[in-house]
């Protein structure tokens, strides 16, 4: 069965930090695209960041851009979104989500993924 597990989310305070994994079981995440979104109550879900598998080359949204990292682990399934100087409209369920292996190259476009973990929540405030 594949799946996807986000974890490390929580509630922050402004200008803080936060590493969130996303943790394959089932299939390797080194094989494929790999997107972070986020969705805000009463938003869209919006590609944050995401990491293809050919080249490694990364997409930020601006809106993060210069404040989190995406990153694949080395040898443990595990991709990473680290974000630092989080602000409160940060605020959303962060997910991670996988394309299929047909397609080496990451877009922010969430229908393009097949697989997706259950979210974790990221609140910041103080």
């Known amino acids: ?9 929580g509630l922050v305070q402004p200008g803080g930090s936060l590493r969130l994994s996303c943790a394959a079981s089932g299939f390797t ?3 494929h695209a790999i997107g972070w979104f986020r ?8 590609g944050v960041s995401c990491i293809s598998r050919s ?17 694949r682990g080395n040898a ?13 409209e940060d605020t959303a369920v962060y997910y991670c989500a996988a394309r299929s292996r047909l397609f080496s190259l990451c877009v922010p ?7 997706w973990g259950q979210g974790t929540q990221v609140t910041v405030s103080s």
């Open 39 to 46: 969705q805000a109550p009463g938003k869209e879900r919006e």
């Open 55 to 71: 080249n490694g080359s990364t997409y930020y949204a601006d809106s993060v851009k210069g404040r989190f990292t995406i990153s």
């Open 109 to 115: 476009l969430p229908e393009r993924y097949n697989y």
């Open 29 to 31: 995440l080194d094989y």
């Open 1 to 9: 069965q594949l799946q996807l597990v986000e974890s490390g989310g």
């Open 76 to 88: 443990k399934n595990t991709v990473y979104l680290q974000m630092n100087s989080l602000k409160p």
